[in-house]
């Protein structure tokens, strides 16, 4: 190969090798953010946990009676875990 063309080569591969470094940048970065958030999300506790589902049943839609239905859990044992669990 002449060295005329040589230069070009050199060239893209510099090219190619910041993009590949900036990728595994964005990429950490978006691991590090995933992480972040996961932890954020990560239930701390029962009372945490009662309220999230609580809320998540209101959001559904759906009533005590139908939960009890779906999970064979009673109305009493949902109402203490939604409140003090």
Known sequence: MSHSRIKPV???LQELSAT???LQQELALSEE???????D?????LTDFGTRL???R????????TLELQTGVSISTLKRLFKRP
């Open 10 to 12: 050199i060239l893209k």
């Open 20 to 22: 590949i470094n900036a």
């Open 33 to 39: 953010e995933s992480r972040a958030s996961v932890l």
């Open 41 to 45: 999300n990560q239930i701390q506790s």
């Open 54 to 56: 609580n809320a998540r």
């Open 58 to 65: 209101k959001a559904l839609g759906i009533d005590l009676s």
